[in-house]
C-alpha cells in the first residue's frame, strides 16, 4: 500500500509541477493535478478490462516461447 501512496504523491506532483511550468497557474496546476489522475484511472480500469477480454485469448493462441 506504501508504493501505491507514495506513487499517487508522485504522479500528483508531477501533474501539478508540468502544468505550473506552461501555466504560471497554482489553480490550473491544481486542477490538472486532481482531474488528470483521476481520469488516467478511469482509462487505466477500462484498459485493464479490454485487455482482460482480448489479451487472454491472444497469449493463448501463441505457443509458449522459451528462451533459445
Known amino acids: 500500500m506504501t508504493k501505491t501512496i507514495t506513487f499517487a504523491i508522485m504522479h500528483f506532483t508531477i501533474a ?3 502544468t ?4 504560471g ?5 491544481g486542477l490538472i493535478a ?5 481520469v488516467n484511472t ?10 482482460q477480454k482480448y ?12 528462451f533459445n
Open 16 to 18: 501539478f509541477a508540468v
Open 55 to 66: 489479451g487472454k485469448a491472444e497469449l493463448a493462441a501463441k505457443p509458449l516461447k522459451y
Open 34 to 38: 486532481v482531474i488528470e489522475p483521476a
Open 42 to 51: 478511469v482509462g487505466y480500469f477500462f484498459h485493464e478490462k479490454v485487455w
Open 20 to 23: 505550473y511550468l506552461i501555466t
Open 25 to 29: 497557474s497554482f489553480v490550473l496546476g
